[in-house]
T-cell receptor
Framework: DVKVTQSSRYLVKRTGEKVFLECVQDMDHENMFWYRQDPGLGLRLIYFSYDVKMKEKGDIPEGYSVSREKKERFSLILESASTNQTSMYLC?????????FGPGTRLTVT | AQTVTQSQPEMSVQEAETVTLSCTYDTSESNYYLFWYKQPPSRQMILVIRQEAYKQQNATENRFSVNFQKAAKSFSLKISDSQLGDTAMYFCAFMKPANAGKSTFGDGTTLTVKP
């Protein structure tokens, strides 16, 4: 079975902190994605990566950056966390048109 | 840009009955894929069913089937013999094969199956 793991299920950070969200997949997938999920807004794409060191902005990249140094790991970085970044963050990898999701990280910025 | 609309934020159904979730989309593409994903409470999102736009036959996976109307840009999900484990949020999604398979998701429909 494909496994996508995220470093934390719940995270509480203070405004202005630098935050790292880690995602690891174990199936050698080339494409990986970061979404945020907010009530009534569905999933919105933040960034995606189609290979190591290759990344593209999604629909809402402002305030975020990403890193993909190894194929299995895709990190989302909040350079200076703000309260409007309080959300559920979902990571996914893709193979053969199907996306495989991690369990999500619920981030609260106070 | 593609848009995906799910017009039913919440729905409920009695156990063993049938329910249909609606999804419409807007695109100028001719080749694309449509999906329904399921997100149970506090659990990971999983793929329920997939439809290729070039296929006229509606996809079916056990109790789950779709009604794909390409001209109308409609893609509804029918769940037959609903079970308590079907309680979840369901997302409709659109994907173009190119560009790393970037997907556009609807806002979701929360389905509650009542005993």
């Amino acid at each position: 079975d494909v496994k996508v793991t995220q470093s934390s299920r719940y995270l509480v950070k203070r405004t202005g902190e630098k935050v790292f969200l880690e995602c690891v997949q174990d199936m050698d997938h080339e494409n990986m994605f970061w979404y945020r999920q907010d009530p009534g807004l569905g999933l919105r794409l933040i960034y995606f990566s189609y290979d190591v060191k290759m990344k593209e902005k999604g629909d809402i990249p402002e305030g975020y950056s990403v890193s993909r140094e190894k194929k299995e790991r895709f990190s989302l970085i909040l350079e200076s966390a703000s309260t409007n970044q309080t959300s559920m963050y979902l990571c996914a990898s893709r193979y053969n048109y199907e996306q495989y999701f991690g369990p999500g990280t619920r981030l609260t910025v106070t | 840009a593609q848009t995906v609309t799910q017009s039913q934020p919440e729905m409920s159904v009695q156990e063993a009955e049938t329910v249909t979730l609606s999804c419409t989309y807007d695109t100028s593409e001719s080749n694309y894929y449509l999906f329904w994903y399921k997100q149970p409470p506090s659990r990971q999102m999983i793929l329920v069913i997939r439809q290729e736009a070039y296929k006229q036959q509606n996809a079916t996976e056990n109790r789950f089937s779709v009604n794909f109307q390409k001209a109308a840009k409609s893609f509804s999900l029918k769940i037959s013999d609903s079970q308590l484990g079907d309680t979840a949020m369901y997302f409709c999604a659109f994907m173009k094969p190119a560009n790393a398979g970037k997907s556009t998701f609807g806002d979701g429909t929360t389905l509650t199956v009542k005993p």
